[in-house]
C-alpha cells in the first residue's frame, strides 16, 4: 500500500515542479512585491551611519547608511499588492540628530513584473537626489551610477582584514 502512494506523491511533486516547461520560477517564485528607493549621498557630506526609514502602505523599514555613493534601500510588501500603493515616505536622520535631515514623500504607482508563468508581483522604485528631492522615476544617470557602483564591488579586489 505505501509503493504506490509513494509513486503517486513523486509523479504529482514531478509534475508540479515541470508545470511551466522550462527552467524558470513559476507562480511568483523570485519575483518580489516591494518599493525601493535609490539614495543619492552626494550633496549631503558623510552620510555613512545616518538612520534611513522607508514607508509605503503602512508599512515601515529601517537600516542605516552605509559609506557609498549610492544606496539602494528596499521595502518588501505583501504579495497580493497592486499598482497603487499611494504616497513613499524616505526619513534620513543623521546619528544623534533629533530631526531627520530628510523628509521626503512622493506617490507611486508599481509595476507588475510576470515571472514568465501567469504570476508575478508589483514592484517599482523611486530616487532621492539633492536636486531633485524623491522623485518616482529614477533618473537614467542614478541607474548608470548605480550599476556602476555595484560593478565596481563587484569586482574589486578582496581586502585582507
Not at 539602494?72 to 505583501?78: C, Q, R
Amino acid at each position: 500500500m505505501t509503493r504506490p502512494r509513494v509513486l503517486v506523491g513523486v509523479s504529482t511533486l514531478l509534475m508540479a515542479v515541470s508545470a511551466c516547461s522550462s527552467s524558470q520560477a513559476c507562480d511568483g517564485a523570485g519575483v518580489v512585491a516591494g518599493v525601493g528607493v535609490y539614495v543619492v549621498h552626494e550633496g549631503y557630506g558623510d552620510l555613512a551611519g545616518a538612520s534611513v526609514e522607508l514607508c509605503a502602505k503602512g508599512k515601515c523599514v529601517k537600516d542605516q547608511l552605509p559609506d557609498e555613493d549610492i544606496t539602494s534601500v528596499n521595502l518588501p510588501l505583501p504579495d497580493g499588492v497592486g499598482p497603487d500603493i499611494g504616497t513613499v515616505r524616505l526619513r534620513i536622520t543623521r546619528p544623534g540628530a533629533d530631526k531627520p535631515l530628510i523628509d521626503a514623500s512622493a506617490k507611486k504607482s508599481l509595476t507588475h513584473q510576470s515571472d514568465g508563468c501567469g504570476g508575478g508581483s508589483y514592484n517599482g522604485a523611486l530616487a532621492f537626489t539633492k536636486e531633485e528631492g524623491l522623485t518616482a522615476k529614477v533618473p537614467k544617470g542614478v541607474s548608470v551610477a548605480w550599476h556602476k557602483q555595484v560593478m565596481e564591488r563587484a569586482t574589486a579586489e578582496p581586502t585582507s582584514s
